[in-house]
């Protein structure tokens, strides 16, 4: 079969069982992921030895050991796997809710939040997302399409089968969560182009992956985007606390899109401040880039260039730049940012709400770090990714992501005047 | 200038009033459409004249009569529209509010409803799109870029000049609504691909403008698609009520999307209904295109094929269909149908269940016509347009359609565990 009318028919089996994912009750759907876990530990030899396959066929293939780590699972990520599938059962509905008004006209209409439809998930080698993200849909009502990198495949087939087994044996359709085992590059992109069939597509993983997706995706899209993200130290800031607040935002997890990419200072504390920060730097190798106009602040710095404002550098590397004032501030990181997460310290109020009402951003920050742009942080329980798009959702996407609504209209036989 | 260039010149324009508009207070932009419809009234002359130099060229190249009349522009026309901005004066604030929880972390979390930003709508050649759109955008706090149909520009022109005046006396950035000027094929396409600058894309238009966007935008898009849209006659219906729906549906505006292009009918009562049915249609001129299970019910239907079952008529054209059952009919709309309105006649609670439930469409309507599929009819003052996707909007769209969240994080120092 071609690989687009592989993926097509895929599709259209997705598209089958839409109806009864749909209306499977929210009982029966946490019933899936509790016998899910179960069948997932009483299973774990298989997906073990699946696992063993790709690894040593990635080993092979001299794969990068950071991506064998991803790859590989083992007993205790297993039980890790099965304890959040647990969680997710515990968390309330996200569909089902209803809200209802009456017309003049005689009409009733219910708002009722309802599944997407068809959720196609386009990942990289990491097993433990074939889980998730079959779960996270099943929890809502959605059938998955799920495409991930092919040095896990038999792992994902493997955990597919486990699942596909117990959707079955709870009275739902097998087609509920669907794996595409055919992983040539042109299958992601006939995912990405068929039209009617997929309600939305989300690109988890890394940048070269979620620029591929957003450029040529023809159905619709949520984009889990980049972070280059600011810290503005504002001139009345609390100095410990801006300190503090750089240090966990810049080095406590550099590799991730909720960390700093670059720190803004207003030029009236710029000689009394920077010196400290640069201190801090300095002890946990962060390599500084700064701008002209306070380069000399810095012992070792290199002189940052326009591209390094617009760089994400998930390393242990900062820029920095000197601003006259909030507004400065404002203007440099709505033009070179991601529209992320964004923070400023300062201890003046007019200041803050400028800095709030005028940065475009998922997530603006007062005195507070941005590494806290997260479901789990934010409350959500269960996170689909950090939204950087604003249709549908934006910032950190709960169950309420995967979801849509439907308007269902009653009355006695109404006709439009 | 190249017109990519152009457009994109139009884009960083547009992003450098996002600011202050997104900023302006709900008194400030109620003004702006108070004063704006004066100031219509005030300028009329200058619009109709500039209105006539568009009329004549569209008559001099042959332009077909309904398309002159959308075109065309007379007081009343005018009167109509500085009322209709008056309406949505005083419509409810969409932006602002906000939802607010705190976290055992310290951190207090505010989920602030916001513009969205870079509005770009692209139209066809309908003077009062360019004031609706606009006026829509401004109650909002949304900056628009407005791209017409080129037979209506001069007119296009004369009002956008009007808006732009009378958010400069407010206040508030010329540059809050900005118009296309340069009417090339390629200026709608750079619209369409240029990332990083518009927000949200909304085509309103016929079927050929919605397709072209949404086969190309690389920006984010709302689809307000085409409505293939269903009557369902259950074997229980109430005939008398049956026939006044189809009737509603079918025949009071033939043209718009709610309306609808076929009627599925029961088995069991189609020998006692559908020449009822044939007889309402014969006297309102409706075209039947009818299967072969059924045509022996009309005496001068043509045969349906299958090409009928997925088209849009627009018109006095009725496709007819028996079904087994309320399944089969929900089988065929799911198959055939745009997921826009769709409605069942049933006096059985467990089949318009079955059928509300498991119908893929924006509204479903028990006993009620699908006319009802208007953001008037539902109460929400304005509408955008009616959305057939269902990210982000979906239905008829009210000013909330033009809006997203942003969170708003404050805490005294906390940074991240």
């Known amino acids: 079969m071609e690989i687009f ?17 749909s209306c499977a009750s929210f009982a029966a759907r946490n019933a899936v992921l509790s016998r899910l876990a179960d069948a997932l530990r009483e299973g774990a030899a298989s997906v073990l030895a699946a696992n063993k396959v790709d690894l ?9 050991p950071q991506m064998l780590d991803r790859l590989a699972l083992n007993d205790t990520r297993i039980e890790g796997m099965a304890a959040s599938l647990e969680a997710l059962a515990a968390l309330p509905d996200a569909i089902g809710a209803e809200k209802v008004w009456t017309r003049e006209s005689g009409i009733e209409i219910h708002e009722r939040r309802v599944p997407l439809g068809v959720v196609a998930i386009i990942f990289e080698a990491r ?4 889980l998730d993200a079959a779960a996270l849909c099943i929890k809502t009502g959605n059938v998955a399409i799920l495409r991930g990198g092919k040095e896990a495949l038999h792992t994902s087939m493997a955990i597919r089968d486990i699942i596909c087994d117990t959707l079955e044996s709870c009275g739902l359709p097998r ?9 040539e590059r042109e299958g992601a992109n006939a995912l990405m182009t068929i039209r009617g069939y997929v309600d939305v597509l989300i690109p988890r993983g890394g940048k070269g992956l979620i620029r591929n997706v957003v450029e040529n995706a023809k159905v619709p899209v949520i984009e889990t985007g980049a972070g280059n993200c600011h810290v503005y130290v504002e001139k009345s800031a609390d100095f410990d606390m801006a300190r503090r607040i750089i240090l966990n935002a810049k080095v406590q997890r550099p590799s991730v899109c909720n960390a700093i990419e670059s720190l803004l200072c207003d030029r009236a504390i710029a000689k009394e401040f920077l010196p400290l920060f640069a201190e801090d730097m300095r002890e946990r190798g962060v390599e500084i880039r700064a701008d002209a106009n306070c380069i000399d602040c810095f012992k070792n710095a290199v002189l940052a260039t326009e591209e390094d404002h617009y760089t994400e550098y998930n390393d242990l590397i900062l820029s920095v730049k000197v601003v006259e004032n909030v507004d400065e501030a404002i203007d440099h990181i709505n033009t070179h940012g991601t529209r992320h997460s964004e923070a400023i310290v300062t201890r003046d109020d007019a200041a803050a709400s400028r800095f709030t009402d005028r940065v475009d951003a998922a997530a603006v920050y007062v005195n507070t770090s941005t590494r806290f742009t997260d479901g789990g942080e934010f409350g959500y329980g269960a996170e689909i990714g950090i939204s950087t798009q604003k249709l549908h959702a934006r910032g950190p996407m709960g169950l309420a992501a995967l979801t849509t609504v439907k308007y269902i209209v009653h009355s006695n036989g109404e006709v439009r005047k």
Do not use: C, Q, W
């Not at 097993?127 to 074939?130: D, G, K």
């Open 127 to 130: 097993p433990n997302v074939t």
């Open 5 to 21: 009318d592989y993926i097509l028919s895929l599709e259209k089996r997705a598209a089958a069982a839409v109806s009864e994912m």
């Open 175 to 183: 087609d509920g969560v669907l794996l595409v085992e055919r992983t």
């Open 56 to 64: 040593d066929a990635a080993a092979e293939n001299g794969v990068a």
